[in-house]
Every structure is written in structure tokens, then in C-alpha cells.
């Protein structure tokens, strides 16, 4: 009877999430996701699939879906998805077990400037869930905030735009980077095209995707020409060899952006304990919810990601990197 409970415990754990992922990620972005993740929530026959595969992040929407779009599956309507699915099931299976959800929205660099440039150079910078490493380019691109002149290198081929509320630092320069390192589980490689198409593949569906996948595709050539040390391994136990190599007279700077919730509760924890005994400066970009208890880590707009540094909320932005809100 306990093994039945568990089953059901676990049934209903995926409902909430495809449910969760539905009403308060998609429906703002990708309505299609939003229809499509509802219906899956609510279909006893796809949910038996899905809870075939490993508990944890491999069944989580985000993968799931980047698998149907990385095999050419439709992503319009649920009654299409939910046949071809169905019929191509072991080739989705195949997928989601062998990648990962690795979104890498290089936007992101837009909500990060402000505190990175404030820090004092040259930077030295390492990335847990590194993806492909895109962001940690933050010198090699051009910003534009709310539709200025943008600040950057004139040859900077990427120009991310952002838009501001409250007093937001915004710099005239970008910083100095003399050294850069990326930690993942399974990093990809920009230079490789089918690690490109797999991050493409996780691009919504919606009206800013044109726009998305035009821009990953060339931060991915930025990083290509210049690729970053990129170590496989696990965020808690390779962060403080990484660090050590960092060059001396650079400031660390350590930071992560919608990865922890990909992460068990206990690593958290454990990453959390090794990053505040390493040199340097933190700096997170999360839901709310992965720090609940810092002081202002929810913002007003559920969506939005806390932004802090060495655990001091300062702002919120947008998950895609396309706002900061200023706070601290």
C-alpha cells in the first residue's frame, strides 16, 4: 500500500508541476507551451510516459518539450503534440535521457552588468551550469538600456536589450574580463552544431523566439572564436579546484543564473557552504524560491528572478533577462 501511495504522490507532484509551468511561466511567453503543458498535466496516458522516465529533472516540461522540438515535433496545438508524441515516443525517451535542460539565455548578461561592472577589475569569472558558456562573455557584447546608445565594444556583434525601474547602476563600460571558466554537468560545446540546435531547441515557442534564436546563435559565434575552460563535473565539488586557478590580482566572481532549481535541496545547501569560504564575490540569479529566506528575495512579480550579491538582494529581472528592477 506504501509503494501504491508513493506512486500517486509522484503522479501528482509532475501534475502540479506541468500545471505550475503552465500558469505562471508559459502563459506570459508561449501560449502554446501553456495549452500544450495543461492538457499533459490532465492525460492519464501521456503522464504513464512520462513518469516512465527517471524522477527528477528528466521529467520536468522544459526538456520534455525541448526533446519534441529537437526531433522536428509540432509545438502548435495539444491534440497534435499528444499523437505525435505517442508515436515517437522512444526516440523523445532517447533524448531526454541523454541531454539536459541548458537554456544559456545569453540576455541575461543585460541584469548582470550593472553588478558586475561595479566590481573592481580585472574580473576573473566562473559559471556554475555553464551550458555552453555564453554567458560569460559579458565584455564581448553591446548593451542597450531602455532603447539607449548602446555601451560595449563597437565591434561587439550581439547588442542585448534591457529595460530599467528604480535607480539601476547603469555602467558606461563594460568590465574587464582576463580570465573565464564555466562548471557543468555536461557542458556543450558552441563550436558544435548539434549543441547549438539542442539550445535552440529549448527556445519557447512564442513571440520573442526569432529574436532568441537569433541571438543565441551569435553569442554562440562569440564564444566559439574564443572558447571558455569549460570543466565537467559537479557544481560542489569542482567550484573550489576551479577557483584556485583563477589568476591573482583578479577579483572572483562566482555567479549562476536558473540553475539551482535543477539542483536537489542538499546540493544547494552544500554549494551554498563552498561558496562562501572561496575568494572573491557571489553573485545569483534565481526564482525566489531557491533563497527564500534573504531579506526581499520575492519580488513583486512572480516570474521574476532575484538577483543578489554575496546573498544581499539588489534587484529583480526578468527571466529572460529582458528587465531589471533595482532594489538594492
Given at each position: 500500500m506504501e509503494h501504491v501511495a508513493d506512486v500517486a504522490d509522484d503522479v501528482e507532484f509532475v501534475?502540479?508541476?506541468?500545471?505550475?509551468?503552465?500558469?505562471?511561466?508559459?502563459?506570459?511567453?508561449?501560449p502554446s507551451y501553456a495549452r500544450i503543458a495543461s492538457a499533459l498535466a490532465e492525460d492519464r496516458r501521456v503522464l504513464d510516459?512520462?513518469?516512465?522516465?527517471?524522477?527528477?529533472?528528466?521529467?520536468?516540461?522544459?526538456?520534455?518539450?525541448?526533446?519534441?522540438?529537437?526531433?522536428?515535433?509540432?509545438?502548435?496545438?495539444?491534440?497534435?503534440?499528444?499523437?505525435?508524441?505517442v508515436e515517437h515516443w522512444d526516440r523523445v525517451e532517447r533524448v531526454v535521457l541523454e541531454r539536459a535542460t541548458q537554456t544559456n539565455e545569453v540576455r541575461r548578461c543585460a541584469t548582470l552588468l550593472p553588478?558586475?561592472?561595479a566590481l573592481p577589475g580585472p574580473l576573473a569569472?566562473?559559471?556554475?551550469?555553464?551550458?555552453a558558456g555564453l554567458c560569460l562573455y559579458p565584455d564581448r557584447y553591446r548593451y542597450s538600456y531602455d532603447g539607449g546608445a548602446p555601451i560595449g565594444p563597437a565591434e561587439?556583434?550581439?547588442?542585448?536589450?534591457?529595460?530599467?525601474?528604480?535607480?539601476?547602476?547603469?555602467?558606461?563600460?563594460?568590465?574587464?574580463?582576463?580570465?573565464?571558466?564555466?562548471?557543468?554537468?555536461?557542458p556543450l560545446d558552441a563550436g558544435d552544431g548539434e549543441d547549438v540546435r539542442w539550445?535552440?531547441?529549448?527556445?519557447?515557442?512564442?513571440?520573442?523566439?526569432?529574436?532568441?534564436?537569433?541571438?543565441?546563435?551569435?553569442?554562440?559565434?562569440?564564444?566559439?572564436?574564443?572558447?571558455?575552460?569549460?570543466?565537467?563535473?559537479?557544481?560542489?565539488?569542482?567550484?573550489?579546484?576551479?577557483?584556485?586557478?583563477?589568476?591573482?590580482?583578479?577579483?572572483?566572481?562566482?555567479?549562476?543564473?536558473?540553475?539551482?532549481?535543477?539542483?536537489?535541496r542538499a546540493g544547494v545547501d552544500a554549494f551554498v557552504a563552498v561558496v562562501r569560504g572561496l575568494r572573491g564575490h557571489w553573485v545569483s540569479n534565481e526564482g525566489w524560491r531557491v533563497?527564500?529566506?534573504?531579506?526581499?528575495?520575492?519580488?513583486?512579480?512572480?516570474?521574476?528572478?532575484?538577483?543578489?550579491?554575496d546573498e544581499r538582494v539588489v534587484a529583480y529581472t526578468g527571466e529572460h533577462g529582458q528587465s531589471v528592477s533595482w532594489v538594492g
Open positions: 501534475v502540479r508541476q506541468y500545471q505550475g509551468f503552465a500558469r505562471h511561466y508559459a502563459a506570459g511567453s508561449s510516459l512520462v513518469m516512465g522516465l527517471p524522477a527528477g529533472n528528466k521529467r520536468q516540461p522544459n526538456l520534455l518539450l525541448g526533446a519534441v522540438r529537437f526531433l522536428g515535433g509540432p509545438v502548435g496545438d495539444w491534440p497534435e503534440f499528444r499523437s505525435w508524441l553588478v558586475l561592472a569569472l566562473v559559471e556554475v551550469g555553464a551550458s561587439g556583434g550581439v547588442v542585448l536589450e534591457c529595460a530599467t525601474e528604480g535607480p539601476v547602476p547603469v555602467p558606461d563600460r563594460v568590465p574587464e574580463v582576463v580570465w573565464r571558466a564555466g562548471i557543468d554537468l555536461h539550445l535552440e531547441s529549448l527556445i519557447w515557442p512564442g513571440p520573442q523566439e526569432v529574436v532568441r534564436r537569433e541571438r543565441l546563435r551569435a553569442a554562440a559565434r562569440v564564444a566559439a572564436q574564443d572558447p571558455p575552460w569549460m570543466v565537467a563535473g559537479d557544481l560542489v565539488e569542482r567550484l573550489p579546484e576551479v577557483v584556485a586557478e583563477a589568476p591573482e590580482g583578479a577579483t572572483v566572481v562566482v555567479f549562476h543564473s536558473a540553475v539551482l532549481p535543477y539542483v536537489p533563497f527564500p529566506d534573504w531579506e526581499g528575495a520575492r519580488p513583486r512579480v512572480s516570474a521574476r528572478f532575484t538577483l543578489a550579491l
